[in-house]
């Protein structure tokens, strides 16, 4: 087990939800279907929703991980062939850190680290797909400072700067072989920064029932100083020069509106409402630094489009010491007809999700959770003509560690 | 107790990890195609000739070939072709070895990748006849076979001489004296069969320029007409029954052979105008600094030299080294076997036209499946894309002809395949898959 634990940790994350989305940010939220914007219970809360954050009353650091095992195939419509993923285990974390100066203090501070965007997608070698993608990774990290101000006994506010980090790593292969019958390939990597903000406002007009509106900016990663490496047949050497290339990637905003409901000491339910504004992703371009008659910059259309989820969950309190979790969520594709890639075979999902929380003393707590999702789709591609069905199936299991100070 | 739930977990994870979602893929069936004794009639595609040349590597990549694949893929079918041996560098009638990509250097001394033959002379050794060790065989495609030699006897016999002898089914015919392609053909009894004929009687003439004899009559008897000969063909073999498809004929003249050097290909610098425009103002041929039309012979025209004009093509027989460097299409006018002039490509337009009908009516009045190639050379004119790969009829780089500029390569050669099992899926309710084209090679770079 713990062998395992350190590969995954090691690799890069695998994002599932919604384009290269990733909903892991705090395992209380992931066991109810990933809401809980009005329901401030960990530390998790300065992500979700900053303004909710001095509503939840110590002083506290959670940490926590998600192994997400994703597995897809693919059907070429024409030929019947058929590819599976070899991606690996994805690890998305978090680490949080909510501090009050003194007991009840109006005033929270928070750090918040978080990976909200990333995927690694990697197909089998040799696959009929090889020419449009082998294998992307993409992987960010968010570091968000925070403070949350209680405005009054129903009202709190709050902000983060966001700070992210982010990498790709774009691999396919070219249709030009060698005597020896190996193709080309193509990797392109990069890393890149961007800047951006998480602002909440938090209302809690009875002890039953709370209200929260939050906003996650759009970050743009912008690689400014990508290396491009080819493989090709040496007499093309020329056509193909390594070299720097420049690329940018957005990563959308998302408007949050949710409702908190507890409905008794031991049962609370969360609804959350998503607005993802994928619009942003339009396009996916290379600029390349030495273009060639072969080498030209490229400009491929994404044009996602703005989606909408929903998410449901309640957890109930069966002991002190144990909660039990359970969630919904339906979340609705960014990816359009025509436009589906073998990175993002994404469509329309419900993620089941449930968890369970124990408290082994009064300052250190465990939290686990555990989503299922598949996912189908059937498109052509318009730009590289790639025709069949993918499935996904995603699997997963998290665990956080909860201390309280 | 933990060691339990640790194993557990791990047998968990571990069948999480291994997992793997399955897509029922649509049954495959051959419908009302008997597979099982498949032969194909055909020319220079079907013989799987490439880069100027017969080998084992590309008999084994013809469409034919690509097709039995995919009928085995259903159920398994013997498809046997007259091989080159694996180890041949292979040939052609001229003894020429073929073409792969290398270094050449011009006359300016620019060296670049072109096409350049693997050795100094073809292994003719494999012109020897393989029926008696290897035969009978299922592909019956011949390298520049008239669609009105089809049935005739002999056809392997060198003594019939030229025209009516065709070394290529010399090597493979069952009796050099008697035999014809089709009495070969008709002999394995087929159960099904591909056709693909009347496209070398068009190609002849226009890789020629025009200067080979004049292109069949579409319509007349077997053995001087399109329409008669090809009847023959097809009552033959389907007098037991079997069913076939055929395709229709593509304009040639969208092959690279024909579409790689321009018209207005000449470019000409300022010394080099003084010069032209003095040797050419006097017959009132003019040139400008920049791009301008190559000079061609035609005796129609005052002292039997004009200017190219659009629409008029420049093969790639063209010997460029003298273009570039020895006044080739300039001061000595390109003769006629490098060009098609306006009247030899109407000429191919009304041929491709009339055999086309000719094509169509027979495949209604027999119940064929009907390949429509002309399409495929079209699109591939324009452009195409197949899971990440552009195809296009551009000459080397383009990935789908070889590198003679007329025959198809292994990726061609699978799209070509493509079209014949669609127009048998969609007649014979069949469901074979296709072949993937981009799991077949492209041209080979050095």
Wanted: aromatic share 12%; hydrophobic share 40%.
């Amino acid at each position: 087990m713990y062998k395992l634990f350190t590969l995954a940790l090691l690799l890069p994350f695998l994002g599932y939800n919604q384009g290269f989305q990733v909903n892991f940010q705090g395992q209380q939220q992931q066991g109810m279907g990933g809401a809980g914007t009005a329901l401030p219970q960990d530390a998790a809360i300065l992500f979700f929703n900053p303004g909710a954050a001095c509503f939840h009353h110590s002083n506290e650091i959670n940490v926590a991980v998600t192994p997400v095992i994703s597995k897809g195939t693919f059907l070429e419509d024409n030929t019947n062939e058929v590819a599976h993923t070899t991606s690996p285990v994805g690890t998305p974390f978090s680490a949080y850190g909510l501090f009050q100066l003194k007991e009840e203090s109006k005033l929270k501070l928070g750090m918040a680290i978080y990976t909200p965007f990333g995927s690694t997608v990697e197909w089998e070698e040799g696959w009929t797909g090889r020419f449009a993608l082998t294998r992307l990774k993409l992987l960010s990290i968010f570091f968000q400072p925070t403070v949350s101000y209680r405005l009054t006994k129903k009202l709190g506010i709050g902000a983060g700067f966001v700070y992210s980090y982010g990498n790709v790593n774009l691999q396919k292969d070219l249709p030009l072989q060698d005597a020896s019958g190996e193709y080309g390939h193509a990797e392109l990597s990069g890393s890149g920064h961007g800047f951006g903000y998480n602002v909440g406002l938090y209302f809690e007009p009875t002890r039953h029932l709370n209200f929260a509106i939050t906003y996650r900016s759009q970050v743009n990663m912008n690689l400014k100083k990508g290396e491009a490496d080819f493989t090709v047949p040496e007499s093309l050497n020329d056509k193909f020069p390594d070299g720097r290339f420049t690329s940018s990637i957005p990563l959308p905003s998302v408007f949050t509106f949710a409702l908190g409901v507890k409905a008794s000491e031991k049962l609370a339910i969360a609804l959350d409402a998503n607005y993802v504004n994928w619009k942003a992703y339009d396009t996916l371009a290379f600029d390349y630094e030495n273009n060639t008659s072969s080498l030209l910059d490229t400009k491929s259309a994404r044009l996602y489009e703005g989606s909408i989820a929903v998410r449901l969950g309640a957890q109930y309190k069966i002991t002190p010491q144990w909660t039990a979790r359970l969630g919904l969520a339906f979340a609705m594709t960014p990816v359009q007809k025509g436009y589906v890639t073998p990175e993002t075979p994404d469509n329309n999902r419900l993620n089941y999700t449930c968890g369970v929380g124990y408290s082994i003393s009064e300052k250190l707590m465990l939290d686990a959770s555990f989503l299922f999702t598949q996912v189908k789709r059937e498109d052509t591609n318009l730009e590289t003509g790639l025709s069949g069905k993918f499935k996904t199936l995603v699997f997963a299991p998290g665990l956080a560690i909860t201390y309280k100070l | 107790m933990k060691y339990t739930y640790t194993s557990i977990t791990i047998v968990l994870f571990t069948a999480l990890v291994s997992c793997k979602p399955k897509i029922e893929a649509p049954e495959a069936s051959m419908g009302d195609v008997d597979g099982s004794r498949y032969i194909a009639i055909g020319t220079n595609n079907t013989s799987g000739f490439a880069n100027d040349g017969l080998s084992f590597y590309s008999q084994d990549n013809s469409y034919a070939a690509i097709i039995a694949n995919q009928f085995n893929e259903v159920s398994t079918i013997e498809f046997k072709q007259p091989f080159v041996s694996a180890g041949s560098i292979g040939f052609n009638i001229d003894g020429k070895s073929p073409l792969k990509l290398g270094y050449k250097t011009d006359c300016k001394g620019v060296t670049s990748i072109s096409p350049v033959r693997i050795a100094g002379a073809g292994d003719l050794t494999q012109l020897i006849n393989q029926y008696a060790g290897y035969g009978p065989f299922n592909n019956f495609g011949v390298t520049g076979m008239s669609a009105l030699s089809v049935n005739l006897a002999g056809y392997g016999n060198p003594a019939n001489g030229a025209g009516n002898f065709n070394p290529y089914f010399a090597r493979f015919t069952s009796n050099e004296a008697t035999a014809s392609v089709l009495s070969d053909a008709v002999a394995r009894n087929p159960t099904f069969f591909t056709i693909m004929l009347g496209d070398d009687d068009i190609l002849a003439y226009a890789k020629s320029g025009g200067t080979s004899g004049p292109i069949p009559d579409a319509n007349g008897a077997a053995g001087v007409g399109f329409s008669g000969s090809l009847e023959e063909v097809i009552t033959s073999l389907t007098a037991n029954g079997a069913k076939g498809a055929i395709s229709n004929i593509p304009d040639v003249k969208e092959y690279p052979y024909f579409t790689t050097i321009p018209y207005n290909g000449l470019t000409v610098d300022a010394a080099n105008a003084v010069t032209l425009n003095q040797i050419f103002n006097p017959i009132g041929i003019s040139f400008v600094v920049g791009v301008n039309a190559f000079v061609m012979e035609d005796p129609a025209a005052p002292f039997g030299v004009r200017q190219m004009v659009e629409g008029e093509l420049v093969l790639l027989s063209t010997p460029l080294d003298s273009v570039k460097c020895n006044g080739t299409g300039s001061v000595f006018p390109f003769r006629d076997e490098f060009v098609l002039d306006l009247d030899e490509v109407a000429e191919i337009n009304s041929k491709i036209s009339e055999y086309n009908s000719v094509i169509t009516n027979l495949s209604q009045t027999y119940g064929l499946a009907y390949a429509d190639t002309k399409s495929l050379i079209h699109r591939l004119k324009t452009g195409t894309v197949y899971n990440g790969v552009s195809m296009s009829s551009a000459f080397v780089t383009g990935g789908a002809y070889s590198l003679d500029g007329l025959q198809l390569n292994p990726n061609g050669q699978a799209l070509l395949a493509n079209t014949f099992i669609e127009a048998i899926n969609f007649s014979f309710n069949a469901a074979i898959p296709y072949a993937n084209p981009i799991k077949y090679a492209g041209n080979i770079f050095p």
